[in-house]
């Protein structure tokens, strides 16, 4: 019991219990996610691949809502596939998804995907750019890569670069990604409603978790980083920073 007791929460569990009620891990609303997925999915019969996927809720979206689409999606969290294919069996999709426990940016295939995902992954491959590199390695010719990443709205703190990254504001984020090859056929700035959205659903839900467990030790730990994250949210970047999620194909090639 000593060593139950003095063992931390890793991550991996904080960010779970944190998107228990938004499991979509990114500010955007279930008809963003909708809509974005529409204009990357224009068959219906597409292979997709999430790289990043967590608890699978990009691609137990996509198929449900296209039964010709098959899907595999990557994580480095054990708990989070296993919540995946739970979620996929209750939808009844399970026979068309195929999880790997593997580091995404390491990830090989042996055959191309007609979409490529990753919406708030960006720091698993060192950035945005890395990100579409990594995507592009997995796509078939004429494909579609979604992507989402964050951008600063406003000049930020030092304290918000150190938490976050070093951003670009939007239009140089898309310029960036225009001289890198590629063209947006769509995307969607996350609206303020959704940001606030976000960050107030994934502290609640882990304060929630934490204060009906209080007098446990993780219970504390969890509280303790519910208050942390967002004192950090509402004092340190707030105000400054954006999402953008864009759907993309190579400009030529």
Do not use: N
């Amino acid at each position: 019991m000593g060593a139950c007791k003095a063992a931390r929460m890793d991550r991996q569990l904080i960010s779970m219990l944190a998107h228990a009620d938004h499991p979509i891990a990114a500010p955007l609303t279930d008809e963003s996610v909708r809509r974005l997925l529409d204009r990357a999915i224009r068959r219906g019969d597409e292979r997709v691949l999430d790289l990043g996927c967590g608890g699978g809720a990009w691609l137990l979206r996509a198929l449900a809502a296209h039964p010709g689409v098959t899907a595999e999606g990557v994580d480095v969290s054990e708990r989070a596939l296993a919540t995946a294919g739970e979620a996929a069996a209750a939808r009844g999709v399970r026979d068309r998804l195929v999880l790997h426990h593997h580091d995404a940016a390491e990830f090989s295939s042996t055959r191309p995907f007609d979409v490529v995902l990753s919406v708030g992954a960006a720091h698993a491959f060192g950035g945005l750019l890395p990100t579409l590199a990594a995507a592009e390695t997995h796509l078939a010719p004429g494909g579609h890569v979604l992507v989402g990443d964050g951008y600063w709205e406003d000049t930020p703190s030092a304290d918000a670069i150190e938490m976050l990254g070093d951003f670009a504001d939007l239009p140089a984020t898309v310029d960036r990604v225009v001289a890198d090859g590629w063209t947006p056929v769509y995307g969607h700035v996350s609206t303020r409603e959704e940001l606030d959205d976000y960050e107030w659903s994934w502290t609640g839900s882990l304060a929630s978790w934490a204060l009906d467990r209080s007098r446990e030790p993780h219970g504390a730990e969890a509280l303790a980083a519910a208050s942390t994250h967002r004192s950090e949210w509402l004092r340190d970047y707030r105000k400054a920073f954006g999402f953008v999620s864009l759907v993309l194909r190579r400009t030529s090639g």
